[in-house]
């Protein structure tokens, strides 16, 4: 309450225009900038075949776009800022949803979950904590999420939409239970889908109105397409892409530093294996 919440502190040092930004564009539906990132799987495919080789250890995209987005908000802190009620806060910490499948059929139920990073994690560190909470949240086993969304959802219609409205409130003022918090997915800095993983081409995935969430990556499946090989003689080949849709809330930072913060990412995905030492250099927001 009063600019008091117990996953943020309040930015105080804010350029005047981005101040005024999220009392004219109130809504993360009103504010969302989208990007399309075309990544050459060519790098991805050899870093991921001499783990394999090498160390057998095996990673999957998931992974090292994970641990990619972990190492840009690490080095770029702003990106993990989020707005609630006209005021712009720095995150706690770094935080990534997903929605996970408990098994590949139309029946199955959907859960997700939300896995918590302090920035220093190098691709190890992802993967055992991506691969072990993905695990834990399989089959028949239901987590605070779903426990949370049942105990919502055994009321009649018009008490669900009072009761969500009424958390959407106590968020808004700064209220909201940290244990709510804790487990909503909805309350991250980066949320992930993975459509790869069912041969769907990648979307833009809006960002919800509900919660914190600054960014929504959307992971599509690889496809052969014409690029250009070499620059100097400008010959064209086939290679393999990997689609990436975008969104960011533009009120959490300027379009610059949002630019950068991408290009950042891709730099990292034409060279993953600088995700192979853990990160001694984390940026605070200050």
């Given at each position: 309450m009063f600019g008091y919440r117990s996953?943020?502190?309040?930015?105080?040092?804010?350029?005047?225009?981005m101040r005024i930004v999220p009392h004219i564009m109130y809504e993360r539906s009103d504010s969302q900038v989208m990007q399309l990132q075309e990544i050459d799987c060519e790098p991805l495919d050899k870093y991921i075949f001499e783990k394999r080789r090498n160390e057998n250890v095996r990673l999957t995209y998931m992974d090292v776009v994970m641990a990619a987005f972990v190492r840009v908000?690490?080095?770029?802190?702003?990106?993990?800022?989020?707005?609630m009620n006209?005021?712009?806060f720095k995150r706690n910490n770094i935080q990534i949803s997903l929605a996970v499948k408990k098994k590949l059929t139309d029946e199955a139920e959907e859960t997700t979950i939300k896995i918590t990073f302090d920035g220093t994690e190098s691709i190890y560190d992802v993967m055992e904590k991506v691969h072990k909470t993905v695990n834990e949240n399989k089959g028949d086993i239901k987590n605070g999420t779903d426990n949370?969304?049942?105990i919502l959802t055994r009321v009649p219609n018009f008490l669900i939409k009072f009761m969500v409205r009424f958390l959407m409130w106590l968020d808004k003022h700064g209220m909201l239970p940290k244990s709510i918090i804790a487990v909503s997915p909805f309350h991250t800095?980066?949320?992930?889908?993975?459509?790869?993983?069912?041969?769907?081409?990648?979307?833009?995935?809006?960002?919800?109105n509900f919660g914190t969430t600054?960014?929504?990556v959307s992971m599509g499946k690889e496809t052969l397409e014409p690029k250009v090989v070499n620059?100097?003689?400008?010959?064209?080949g086939v290679k393999k892409i990997m689609k990436m849709g975008i969104v960011i809330d533009?009120?959490?930072?300027?379009g610059l530093y949002n630019s950068l913060s991408l290009r950042e990412f891709k730099k990292i995905m034409e060279n993953p294996s600088v995700l192979d030492q853990k990160n001694d250099d984390v940026i605070l927001d200050d």
């Amino acid at each position: 309450m009063f600019g008091y919440r117990s996953d943020g502190k309040k930015v105080r040092n804010i350029d005047p225009f981005m101040r005024i930004v999220p009392h004219i564009m109130y809504e993360r539906s009103d504010s969302q900038v989208m990007q399309l990132q075309e990544i050459d799987c060519e790098p991805l495919d050899k870093y991921i075949f001499e783990k394999r080789r090498n160390e057998n250890v095996r990673l999957t995209y998931m992974d090292v776009v994970m641990a990619a987005f972990v190492r840009v908000v690490s080095k770029r802190p702003k990106l993990n800022r989020f707005i609630m009620n006209g005021r712009i806060f720095k995150r706690n910490n770094i935080q990534i949803s997903l929605a996970v499948k408990k098994k590949l059929t139309d029946e199955a139920e959907e859960t997700t979950i939300k896995i918590t990073f302090d920035g220093t994690e190098s691709i190890y560190d992802v993967m055992e904590k991506v691969h072990k909470t993905v695990n834990e949240n399989k089959g028949d086993i239901k987590n605070g999420t779903d426990n949370v969304a049942r105990i919502l959802t055994r009321v009649p219609n018009f008490l669900i939409k009072f009761m969500v409205r009424f958390l959407m409130w106590l968020d808004k003022h700064g209220m909201l239970p940290k244990s709510i918090i804790a487990v909503s997915p909805f309350h991250t800095s980066i949320f992930v889908t993975n459509l790869k993983s069912i041969k769907m081409e990648t979307v833009y995935h809006h960002i919800y109105n509900f919660g914190t969430t600054g960014v929504f990556v959307s992971m599509g499946k690889e496809t052969l397409e014409p690029k250009v090989v070499n620059q100097a003689t400008n010959e064209i080949g086939v290679k393999k892409i990997m689609k990436m849709g975008i969104v960011i809330d533009e009120r959490i930072t300027d379009g610059l530093y949002n630019s950068l913060s991408l290009r950042e990412f891709k730099k990292i995905m034409e060279n993953p294996s600088v995700l192979d030492q853990k990160n001694d250099d984390v940026i605070l927001d200050d």
